[in-house]
């Protein structure tokens, strides 16, 4: 337990659930797009949909995707950003089965045209889990440099990447390895506890067989 289980985190009120974790769920998914957004489709389950519109959770969530942190005090104006910006937002219900109660499914399209789904669930304290990634379990915080490796399901693929960080004197604190199917596609999600030198990530992305590189540095 730290200072935060106690007193809560800084933020922009009223809920460090339904606003400060928001936030923090549309930050993470506009990192992890990498590119600037052009259009954000964000359907709510749940919590976030029954009761978001008083804990102003659709302003946090676009705050977030703008790059705001907890404790902006612009998260308010999101909208208006939003619209300066030409970003086009749209909100709807989103279909999940037994999902996190306070669960947002963000599908984003950036302006090159490439595209990024994800669900994340605020699980308290303005704490976060990132549960998928483009359909496929995930489930990561968002709070440590995460390296996500989506790649063919062959052998091989976990020893490049271990052998990579290693290299680069980057120790891994957790390893997660998801498969759609056998011989399918694979996700590998790595939290690190240094940051990953940008010419390892490049050196990832021209491997074969391994289909997509994300990394996100951390809230």
């Not at 379990?137 to 709070?143: L, M």
């Not at 399901?153 to 891994?172: F, R, W, Y």
Request: glycine letters at 10%; hydrophobic letters at 40%; one cysteine or more.
């Amino acid at each position: 337990m730290d200072i935060f289980d106690i007193v809560g985190p800084i933020m922009v009120g009223p809920s460090s659930s339904h606003t400060a974790g928001a936030v923090r769920i549309g930050y993470v998914a506009g990192k992890l797009l990498e590119e600037p957004i052009k259009k954000a489709e964000i359907l709510l389950y749940g919590s976030f949909l029954a009761t978001g519109e008083g804990h102003g959770t659709r302003k946090a969530i676009v705050a977030g995707l703008l790059g705001m942190h907890p404790d902006d005090y612009k998260i308010s104006r999101s909208f208006e950003i939003a619209k300066e910006k030409n970003i086009e937002i749209e909100f709807g219900e989103a279909k999940l089965v037994e999902a996190h109660p306070n669960s947002a499914l963000i599908r984003l399209e950036s302006i090159y045209g490439n595209r990024l789904e994800i669900l994340g669930e605020s699980i308290g304290g303005s704490r976060i889990n990132i549960a998928q990634i483009d359909g496929i379990e995930t489930n990561f915080s968002g709070e440590c440099q995460t390296l996500i490796v989506h790649n063919m399901d062959q052998p091989g693929h976990v020893s490049e990447v271990t052998s990579m960080l290693a290299h680069k004197c980057v120790n891994i604190a957790t390893m997660q390895l998801y498969r759609a199917t056998k011989g399918g596609s694979a996700v590998m999600v790595v939290e690190c506890d240094q940051e990953i030198p940008k010419e390892g990530i490049e050196w990832l992305k021209n491997v074969e067989g391994i289909l997509k590189v994300t990394y996100f540095a951390g809230v």
